[in-house]
């Protein structure tokens, strides 16, 4: 992982960010470089992703789905890593970065949760402070992250501005950030942000896709002929698509939220609509907004991917043709996240459902599929039931009209 | 420096500076479209009523980084009231012959239309100057370039994280003033304790012969009358007058009322 650090990916990325920040940045920068090829940080941080983190994470050969499909797919278990999903893997290795940097505070956003529970449990092992804000509407929504992250001893601050959900949550984090850049350090939990998150995030994802290539290497003794995954800011697509990058020959396929669907407004999909790049928390990349550039807001049924903005690498990749993206909506995923608790016995993320749900119900016939199933979905019990009931009774109603 | 007509925003800049008649320029900060298009029309000319040398029009946007509550929540209600560039560069228009006009707008609003085309609606408005507060100095090489062939002065920001040697290049680039930020922090009302002026002052000055302007957190006659002290040569008073502009029946007297108060702090 030696040599420079990316601060644009082609046209995207940068650091747009007030004057104030860019010395942090600078530093935070110039402390990666060093880190990620200093062996002993390496070490530190690979035996706490075996010891804590439970890492490698398997592949599981999803034999009843790929029945029903008509070809293989191998599942990659980011869902069984310690907190539940592969944000841990960031937050672990931002921790241990920032204490290297001697920063005693750590500050962090969450839209479902995963990430603040995985900066809380980072935070909780290393004796650190703990901030992070979340959208008041993801409070509501994914409350028992919220509860998890309050034992673990971080204080959640419930953001109420805007739609109240991940994009105010980032900007709310950036602004504490901006007020303690001195003694805080801000653990951005996807592959968002100014430079040099994007590439830290990336680099720090990177394991998913180093496993899981080897893996299928040593299962199957080839290649898979697409890696999907789910996409909000996008970490881990990008964690998982880095391996294979020079696989020329294995597609990469990004799936977005389409909400209610990609012909109105309701739906967090930007790279899928390709609109004009944008300046969105701290890089230019793909982002939803007006003609006269103001941020619109997404939506999605999860919490995870009802963001505005696209990490700045995924727009090169698309650009370059490299990768493809494409959208599914709320009710493809839901119906996907079902199905996967009735044919493999695995309650999936609404996140990575939509990876899921675009393999169930639009992929072209594959052969063998490698999908990253990114986390698991405990934490969206109560909304996938309060959705299903309000879905029941209305169909109930429509029964009775008739 | 570039070359500048007797008429850029440049010039008209250093003349306001010039014939400032306190120790420190008084630049009045005000939302456009806040409360209402026409009460921030109204809030703009009863601060050049007060005299205020400058004033900064800032256009609302969805997501300011670098803007407290105050300011945040004055965008968002200016949004929903419909406001959009059109209308603030009206505002702009209509006080740019009595006084310099700096405006204030989000690196993405720049962007959106294309830096050259937003550039040539300010100078169509009249505005003398532009300051993007997240479009630090790397970002920032082509946008000068656009602002400098039309004579819109491109006005940077210190910060009081901001190392020497950046300073030295930030400053190198700087036109019309230069805006330190008095804070480590956001837009908003802050006690004087928090306050670094003099540091800040002292850092600067040894890099630019351009005016060096106080913002973020000047809210009183005390704040006023310290930065003076401190050798300001311009204050910028922000988010205290969109507070009285929001709790106030008549915002342009109310905004009036609060500016001519602290102004009496602008004396040696």
Redesign the interface.
């Known amino acids: 992982m030696a040599g420079t650090i990316e601060q644009r990916f082609g046209p995207y990325g940068?650091?747009?960010?007030?004057?104030?920040?860019?010395?942090?940045l600078q530093e935070l920068e110039a402390a990666w470089s060093q880190a990620r090829v200093d062996r002993s940080f390496q070490a530190q941080l690979s035996a706490q992703l075996s010891e804590f983190a439970g890492r490698p994470t398997p592949i599981y050969p999803a034999r009843r789905l790929s029945e029903q499909l008509g070809w293989e797919v191998l599942l990659k278990r980011e869902d069984l890593n310690h907190t539940g999903s592969h944000k841990l893997n960031n937050a672990l290795g931002q921790v241990l970065l920032a204490q290297r940097m001697g920063k005693r505070r750590i500050i962090a956003e969450t839209g479902a949760g995963q990430h603040g529970v995985a900066t809380a449990t980072a935070c909780a092992r290393c004796g650190l402070e703990c901030v992070v804000y979340m959208g008041a509407e993801d409070v509501r929504r994914q409350r028992p992250n919220v509860q998890r992250m309050a034992l673990l001893g971080a204080r959640v601050v419930a953001v109420q501005?805007?739609a109240r959900t991940l994009?105010e949550a980032v900007?709310a984090a950036?602004?504490d950030w901006?007020?303690?850049?001195?003694s805080t350090h801000y653990v951005i939990g996807s592959a968002v942000g100014p430079a040099p998150y994007p590439a830290l995030v990336r680099d720090l994802q990177r394991v998913i896709g180093s496993e899981a290539r080897a893996q299928v290497l040593e299962r199957c003794g080839r290649l898979p002929g697409r890696v999907i995954a789910c996409v909000g800011g996008g970490s881990n697509a990008i964690g998982i698509f880095s391996a294979f990058l020079e696989d020329a020959q294995v597609q990469l396929i990004g799936v977005e939220a389409g909400g209610e669907g990609l012909a109105g407004s309701r739906h967090g999909a930007p790279l899928t609509v390709r609109g004009?790049p944008?300046?969105?928390?701290?890089s230019?990349s793909a982002?939803l907004?007006d003609?006269?550039?103001?941020?619109r807001e997404a939506h999605s049924v999860s919490a995870g991917l009802d963001y505005p903005g696209a990490g700045p690498e995924h727009a090169f990749l698309r650009d370059s043709g490299r990768a493809r993206y494409v959208a599914v909506t709320d009710a493809q995923a839901l119906a996907a996240f079902r199905k996967l608790c009735r044919l493999e016995g695995i309650i999936p993320a609404l996140e990575s459902a939509h990876a899921l749900a675009w393999l169930a119900d639009d992929a072209p016939p594959g052969e063998l599929d490698l999908l990253c199933l990114s986390g698991r979905g405990d934490k969206d019990l109560a909304e996938v039931i309060a959705l299903s009931e309000g879905a029941a009774g209305a169909a109930q109603g429509e029964l009775e009209g008739r | 420096m570039s070359a500048t007509t007797p008429q850029s925003g440049v010039a008209r800049l250093a003349e306001a500076f010039a014939a400032r008649r306190r120790p420190a320029a008084l630049m009045p900060y005000v939302m456009g479209g806040f409360p209402t298009l026409a009460d921030s029309l109204a809030i703009a000319r009863a601060c050049i009523e007060v005299g205020a040398d400058v004033i900064e029009l800032g256009v609302p946007y969805s997501d300011p980084l670098a803007d407290g509550p105050v300011i945040q929540a004055a965008g968002a209600r200016a949004l929903a009231g419909g406001a959009d560039l059109a209308g603030v560069l009206e505002v702009a228009r209509a006080i740019a012959p009595e006084v310099p006009v700096v405006v204030m707008a989000y690196a993405n609003m720049v962007l959106a239309p294309g830096a050259q085309r937003f550039l040539e609606r300010l100078r169509i408005a009249g505005a003398s100057g532009l300051i993007v507060p997240d479009l630090p100095l790397e970002e920032s090489g082509r946008l000068r370039a656009i602002a400098d062939a039309l004579g819109i002065a491109l006005v940077p920001l210190i910060a009081p994280t901001t190392p020497q040697r950046r300073l030295a290049q930030i400053a190198a680039c700087a036109r019309g003033f230069l805006y330190l930020v008095s804070v480590t922090g956001t837009t908003g009302e802050r006690s004087l304790e928090e306050l670094r002026y003099a540091e800040l002052i002292a850092a600067a000055r040894p890099h630019t012969q351009l005016p060096l302007a106080l913002g973020f957190g000047i809210a009183s006659a005390e704040h006023a009358r310290a930065a003076v002290q401190a050798g300001a040569e311009g204050v910028v008073i922000g988010s205290r007058l969109v507070r009285a502009a929001e709790a106030a029946e008549r915002p342009a007297e109310a905004v009036a009322e609060v500016l001519a108060r602290i102004a009496e702090g602008l004396v040696r």
Do not use: D, F
């Open positions: 940068g650091r747009y960010v007030p004057e104030t920040l860019m010395p942090a501005a805007g994009k900007s950036i602004r901006v007020a303690n850049v001195e004009r944008g300046v969105l928390h701290g230019l982002v907004q003609e006269e550039g103001q941020i």
